[in-house]
């Protein structure tokens, strides 16, 4: 029994040699490989010191994402997929079969969209608890320092798609060289300052050559297809609005979310075996 230990024992202290050998430094007993950071260098041309710092934060999303328990189900990674699609104007079938074309495997893109979905839960999980909403004064502070960042233009050029069926839209939507029965198309030029502020928001962050989403206008289902952005005018506080409160916002998520990876950082043991070149 000693010897068979002993035998194991010098086996195991030969491997791990080997593996050592590999392996730049370890974050809670979580292994950085130097082609890890050389690949991340690469890909994302970035600084050695830039690529260890982010793959540490990574490894501790990973701990901490399984601490929380946190998964990705198959039927949100068939929801997201299809997500992506829409958003790229194609089916869920035909997404797949361009993303084969352009030499990617669906099994890899499933992976990618598992792990954003999981550090994106984690990432709710960390702010959503703590973060406060900013008020009135804090908005109107925002854009009073910010105004000569928002301007929009005068007028778009669209062209309206009215149904009182939302599917036919979203039909329409995938398919746009397709004339649908029971949608109303009509071309118009839409002054910017006239309409609804959420609306001109809307039409504003909407590319050109791109559909906004199916919207509930009370009795019937609407949306709006891009062609042209003319002119450029000031945007009132009321206008901006929405624009202001998505940005602070953002701005107090990422605050948080580098506090929370920060303290993390300082709390986990690093231990460097390697240092990459």
Not at 43 to 54: P, T
Not at 81 to 86: H, V
Not at 101 to 114: A, L, N, P, T, V
Not at 126 to 153: A, R, T, W
Request: glycine share 4%.
């Amino acid at each position: 029994m000693i010897k068979y230990l002993t035998s194991f024992a010098l086996v195991m202290t030969t491997s791990f040699a080997g593996l050592i050998g590999g392996i730049s430094m370890t974050v809670d007993n979580e292994a950085i490989t130097l082609y890890e950071i050389q690949s991340y260098t690469q890909q994302n041309k970035v600084s050695v010191e830039e690529a260890v710092n982010r793959l540490i934060q990574r490894k501790i999303e990973d701990i901490e994402i399984r601490k929380l328990g946190i998964i990705a189900s198959p039927y949100e990674v068939d929801k997201k997929m299809q997500e992506i699609a829409k958003q790229n104007g194609m089916t869920e079938e035909q997404f797949k079969k361009a993303l084969v074309s352009e030499g990617h495997s669906e099994q890899r893109i499933r992976r990618d969209i598992e792990d954003k979905f999981k550090r994106d839960e984690l990432y709710k999980k960390i702010v959503g608890s703590s973060l406060k909403k900013p008020d009135e004064e804090e908005l109107q502070s925002y854009y009073d320092l910010h105004q000569s960042e928002f301007n929009m233009p005068t007028s778009v050029e669209l062209v309206e798609y009215i149904s009182t069926s939302k599917e036919a839209l979203e039909t329409q939507q995938k398919q746009p060289m397709v004339n649908m029965p029971n949608i109303e198309v009509s071309q118009k030029t839409v002054e910017l300052k006239s309409i609804n502020p959420q609306l001109a928001g809307l039409l504003v962050q909407t590319p050109d050559g791109s559909f906004t989403p199916v919207l509930n206008l009370g009795k019937v289902a609407g949306m709006f297809f891009i062609q042209k952005k003319i002119g450029r005018q000031n945007v009132s506080f009321a206008m901006a609005k929405q624009e202001i409160f998505a940005r602070v916002m953002r701005s107090k998520e990422q605050a948080s979310l580098i506090e929370y990876f920060e303290k993390k950082k300082s709390e986990a043991n690093v231990k460097v075996i390697r240092r990459p070149n």
